[in-house]
């Protein structure tokens, strides 16, 4: 079986999940990406990896592919019409396109949940009658960067104004905020069933930023389903895995992003070791054309875990930092990881995104309890200190 797995940067969830997952399977792995020099030990191919003629030039050129795959989310439009050229399971890349882009995933949206929301083209001025207070974020952002709240029609037009400056060529999306618990959905489908696999309650930072401080286990309300399950059918999310973030309104679920793909920042290893199962390899497994009936989805057992992702209160070099822990620490049945972002001597300017993340603290256990006691154990041994 030969997979093209198609990547940017080397995350965690591609070094430590996708390619040891592909390995355990027996697979042949061709790396292709922007930067092939960060992939040392690997058969790589350079490509332009946005590009989905660029990614089928370099596929035809080389073994014949049976798996065509990407975690990235800036690459699953071109992985899908990739992965479609040559006959193989993929995403419908009108759905990746839709996800990626917020003001395309509002306008799918719109029949299912009445989400106020208005585009905002390069160049263009700030619309008056917006509910305020109103979030504004670029229409192709990640990681929570250039995403505020604001309260106003003065407010909004300087947060616009300053991320223009930033990103003068981008689409902006200014919808209203949506006020209440966040949650997230974790599916996998295989384009004709679509199994619920988790959720995690996620804890934000202070307004007017949006940083993920924490999320912790806490599988979807079975009233929340059905409104999610429309939605995502309503966008076309239907094949491979997909992580929804929705928040709990006072009217009811309403879908902040979808993200088609896994979800990140070590949580899917957090998803994995919950569930106790091989999730990075079932998720490669659907793209080789294997139904989701084929795992054992009655079988997960239940625990409790939480990935902390330890935030920079300010700017500063940092001076002391925790040990990384790949080998769990295990403690009263609790087993916890630490993986460092950052090094001593590292400058770090906080940003109000989760790019101000020093390092992310994983821990699992049978209980809320302990698994919050080893986590606060850990912090105060182990703090990380910028000065």
Not at 125 to 142: C, F, I, M, Q, T
Not at 158 to 169: D, L, N, S
Not at 182 to 208: H, I, M, N, S, Y
Request: net charge negative; glycine share 10%; proline share 7%.
């Amino acid at each position: 079986m030969r997979l093209y797995l198609t990547t940017l940067n080397p995350t965690d969830s591609v070094t430590g999940g996708f390619l040891p997952a592909a390995a355990a399977l027996g697979w042949d792995v061709t790396i292709l990406t922007d930067q092939p020099d960060r992939y040392p030990g690997y058969d790589v191919m350079a490509a332009d990896v946005r590009d989905p003629r660029a990614v089928i030039d370099a596929v035809a050129a080389h073994h014949r592919p049976d798996v065509i795959f990407s975690n990235s989310d800036h690459l699953q439009a071109a992985a899908a019409l990739a992965a479609g050229y040559f006959g193989l399971p993929g995403k419908d890349w009108r759905a990746c396109v839709t996800a990626k882009n917020k003001a395309l995933t509002r306008r799918a949206l719109a029949a299912v949940e009445p989400v106020r929301s208005v585009r905002l083209p390069p160049g263009g001025g700030v619309p008056e009658g917006l509910p305020y207070p109103v979030v504004v974020k670029p229409a192709l952002g990640v990681a929570s960067e250039d995403v505020v709240l604001v309260d106003g029609q003065d407010a909004l037009a300087a947060a616009v104004t300053a991320i223009r400056e930033r990103r003068p060529e981008e689409v902006l999306v200014a919808e209203e905020f949506l006020d209440g618990p966040v949650r997230t959905l974790e599916t996998l489908g295989d384009g004709t069933t679509r199994e619920v696999v988790g959720g995690f309650a996620t804890t934000l930072g202070p307004l007017p930023h949006f940083v993920e401080e924490r999320l912790d286990w806490r599988p979807p309300d079975a009233g929340h389903l059905a409104h999610l399950g429309a939605a995502l059918d309503a966008a076309g999310v239907g094949f491979g895995v997909c992580h929804t973030e929705y928040a709990v309104t006072p009217d009811g679920p309403r879908v902040i992003e979808i993200n088609y793909r896994l979800i990140g920042d070590n949580c899917d290893f957090l998803l994995a070791d919950l569930l106790g199962v091989p999730l990075h390899q079932w998720i490669l497994r659907v793209h080789a054309g294997e139904p989701v009936s084929s795992f054992d989805l009655d079988g997960l057992r239940a625990a409790y875990g939480s990935v902390v992702s330890l935030v920079a209160e300010r700017s500063g070099t940092v001076t002391a930092a925790p040990p990384d822990i790949s080998v769990p620490r295990t403690g009263d049945g609790v087993r916890l990881w630490h993986r460092a972002l950052r090094q001593i001597g590292d400058y770090v300017e906080v940003t109000g995104t989760n790019r101000d993340y020093l390092g992310l603290l994983r821990a699992v256990g049978p209980d809320a309890a302990g698994v919050d006691a080893a986590i606060d154990t850990f912090r105060k041994e182990h703090p990380w200190v910028l000065a």
